[in-house]
């Protein structure tokens, strides 16, 4: 596998894998064929045999998938068998909401540091972080370890601070600004455009609506 490039829509999809199989987990399901796979996801069994076929198969015919060892593995290649320390640049609605999101932290997301502008807003604690003011990020990267910042602020300053972060020397952001970030080789970005989805959704509606309207 090593060198091989993986196509970005299969990439997508892993997470989907993972979580239905810690579903499976969870309700004591030992092991699965890609055929019963494929109707809980909605996803064909050629289209899951292919996917996982990018990194070796997992599955023995005749078998199936070994749960357990399927939803070890996948988290491996998502990363999840690493702990990362994640900071949130933005503590207004959204950004304290996303740190009260417990999740993060049972998959290996470690919330180490919430920052803003906002002098109102210094010193308020968010499940036991309190939140720092901008001027304080670079002693904080200093002492601790930060391997991805999450962007929870306007598009406006979205890229200046993207810029200073990379400075720091982080490598991973996790962009709620409804803005594309363009940055240097080495560094990797996640754009989260809520509304983007939510206008696909619309689309969606719409045309259910039409085909409604057409019976």
Do not use: C
Not at 149 to 154: E, G, Q, S, Y
Request: no cysteine.
């Amino acid at each position: 596998m090593a060198g091989k490039v993986i196509s970005l829509a299969v990439i997508r999809r892993l997470p989907r894998y993972y979580r239905y199989l810690g579903e499976l987990l969870e309700n004591g399901v030992v092991r699965i064929s890609s055929k019963e796979l494929s109707e809980r996801m909605q996803v064909t069994a050629s289209q899951i045999r292919q996917d996982l076929n990018n990194f070796g198969g997992f599955g023995q015919q005749g078998y199936g998938y070994n749960v357990e060892y399927l939803y070890t593995e996948i988290g491996k290649i998502l990363g999840l068998d690493r702990q990362y320390n994640m900071i949130i640049i933005g503590a207004g609605n959204f950004g304290q909401a996303l740190a009260n999101y417990t999740a993060f932290e049972r998959r290996g997301f470690i919330l180490t540091g919430i920052f803003d502008v906002n002098p109102r807003l210094e010193g308020i604690s968010i499940r036991g972080i309190p939140v720092r003011m901008m001027d304080e990020l670079k002693d904080f990267v200093k002492e601790t370890p930060v391997h991805i910042a999450a962007l929870t602020i306007p598009k406006a300053k979205a890229p200046q601070v993207a810029q200073d972060l990379v400075k720091l020397g982080i490598k991973a952001i996790w962009n709620f600004a409804s803005t594309d970030l363009h940055l240097p080789e080495g560094v990797v970005s996640q754009n989260v455009h809520l509304t983007e989805s939510l206008m696909q959704l619309s689309y969606n509606l719409k045309n259910l609506e039409e085909e409604e309207g057409k019976q």
